[in-house]
């Protein structure tokens, strides 16, 4: 799966800050009760149904800290799982494998919830040509592995930060004078910058709408918090000039008909902060 952000540079950065913070100036419960050259095996039980995601980043977070692991992958990330599987065996070192253990445990368990949820929401929208996106609502320090986890679910991924696409949210539009100073003052900082990033407004009634179609050079209109009517009539006044987008108060309740009104995109911010971890834990095989 090849993702922008997703580089070994990225990911082993973030292993490294999160191996710094759990383990400090030592693992000192392991460091104090167990031998430095005893060898043992553990595996990855999965103890809940969903979608397994984080298998990858597992293995990198294990290879990282103690390149003599030998990790034993049984699970790829995607795949449908059950309570009572194995994800994957890790052997070598105990210590290596009980200072990593938290580190994978906490990634695993909020990638795969995220996962899960991302796909059952997929799920409900298959029959339409809406995709599903994720957001900026995510846990610091985290994203990274947050939005990986949404595309490995089945969603897809808004974009990654502040610097790689420009968002005039309701707040920007307000204190920039509306719609249309908003986006021709954007346009003007654009070129005047040489920066080539699409434009996506958000508008939270047809006259914004029409604005927003009005002003030009408008890569995706947000329809923020609309009922479905609406959205169907914002759809009709946009005309297929730029993409859409139905953001605001959507739920497994009401994605379906959100979907079925033609609309684009889906953003749901909870795929990242209303998930529910799936159950996994690391058990020493005796």
Same mark, same amino acid.
């Given at each position: ?20 913070? !759990? ?5 000192? %419960?392991?460091?104090? %009760? ?5 060898? &043992? ?9 969903? +979608?397994?995601? @984080?298998? &990858? ?13 030998? =990790? $034993?992958?049984?699970?790829? !990330?995607? !795949?449908?799982?059950?309570? /009572? ?6 052997? /070598?070192?105990?210590? %290596? ?6 580190? +994978? ?6 990638? %795969? ?5 991302? #796909?059952?929401? $997929? ?7 809406? &995709?599903?996106?994720? $957001? ?6 985290? #994203? ?14 808004? #974009? ?5 696409? =420009? ?5 920007? +539009? ?7 100073? *908003? ?25 914004? +709408? #029409?604005?927003?179609?009005?002003? /030009?050079?408008?890569? =995706? ?18 005309? @297929? ?17 959100? *979907?079925?009104?033609? =609309? ?23």
């Amino acid at each position: 799966m090849k993702i922008k952000y997703l580089t070994k540079k990225a990911i082993f950065k973030f292993i490294d800050s999160a191996l710094k913070e !759990d383990i400090g100036d030592g693992d000192h %419960s392991t460091l104090s %009760s167990i031998p430095e050259d005893l060898e &043992q095996e553990a595996r990855l039980l999965i103890k809940g149904d969903g +979608v397994i995601a @984080g298998i &990858q980043l597992a293995e990198w977070i294990f290879k990282r800290f103690d390149p003599e692991l030998e =990790v $034993t992958v049984l699970k790829q !990330d995607g !795949d449908v799982v059950s309570e /009572g599987e194995v994800g994957l065996t890790v052997k /070598g070192k105990a210590r %290596s494998i009980l200072s990593t253990e938290r580190l +994978v445990l906490n990634c695993m368990q909020r990638m %795969s919830g995220i996962a899960t949820y991302t #796909r059952e929401l $997929t799920d409900m929208i298959k029959h339409t040509h809406a &995709q599903l996106l994720d $957001t900026r609502k995510t846990a610091p320090n985290f #994203r990274i592995c947050e939005k990986w986890a949404v595309k490995i679910g089945g969603g897809e991924n808004h #974009r990654f930060g502040l610097y790689d696409m =420009v968002m005039l949210k309701d707040n920007h +539009v307000d204190y920039a004078g509306g719609i249309k100073a *908003a986006v021709a003052s954007t346009k003007k900082y654009l070129a005047d910058n040489d920066k080539d990033l699409r434009i996506e407004v958000e508008t939270r009634n047809l006259d914004e +709408v #029409r604005d927003a179609i009005e002003v /030009g050079g408008v890569d =995706v209109i947000m329809l923020d918090n609309m009922l479905p009517s609406a959205m169907r009539e914002a759809i009709q006044i946009i005309g @297929g000039k730029c993409k859409t987008e139905a953001s605001g108060g959507i739920t497994e309740k009401n994605i379906k008909e959100m *979907a079925e009104t033609g =609309v684009d995109y889906i953003s749901i911010g909870a795929l990242t902060h209303s998930y529910t971890s799936l159950d996994i834990s690391l058990k020493a095989v005796k």
